[in-house]
């Protein structure tokens, strides 16, 4: 069984930072793409970054310039650094990842549980 888990969210002041951590755990043969998605109440879940296993990022322009997304491919996790954050940015942060169980196998998507960032005064 494949578990992503989500860390590091929290109530951060306008114009602050955070960062998120997403670890991959259990048995699986490689993973390929790494993204997180966000989701505000009532909206869509939306992408925030991307990232493949060569460190290709692709981020919307809603972030371009304040997020950062990384990882460590020995230690099966991808980071978010979240830079001047604004009240707009209040959501559940979701991690996703394309993995695959065996070689040979396409991979399948998997999600985390979330993780609550609040942008407030």
């Known amino acids: 069984q494949v578990q992503l888990v989500e860390s590091g969210g929290d109530l951060v002041q306008p114009g602050g930072s955070l960062r998120l951590s997403c670890a991959a755990s259990?048995?699986?043969?490689?993973?390929?793409?790494m993204a997180w998605y966000r989701q505000a109440p009532g909206a869509q879940r939306d992408l925030v970054a991307g990232?493949?296993?060569?460190?290709?990022?692709n981020y919307p322009d809603s972030v371009k310039g304040r997020f950062t997304i990384s990882r460590d491919n020995a230690k099966n996790t991808v980071y978010l650094q979240m830079n001047s954050l604004n009240p707009e940015d209040t959501a559940i942060y979701y991690c996703?990842?394309?993995?695959?169980?065996?070689?040979?196998?396409?991979?399948?998507?998997?999600w985390g549980q979330g993780t609550q960032v609040t942008v407030s005064s």
């Open positions: 996703n990842a394309r993995i695959s169980r065996r070689a040979g196998y396409p991979p399948n998507d998997y």
């Open positions: 990232i493949t296993r060569n460190n290709i990022t």
């Open positions: 259990g048995s699986f043969f490689r993973i390929y793409d």
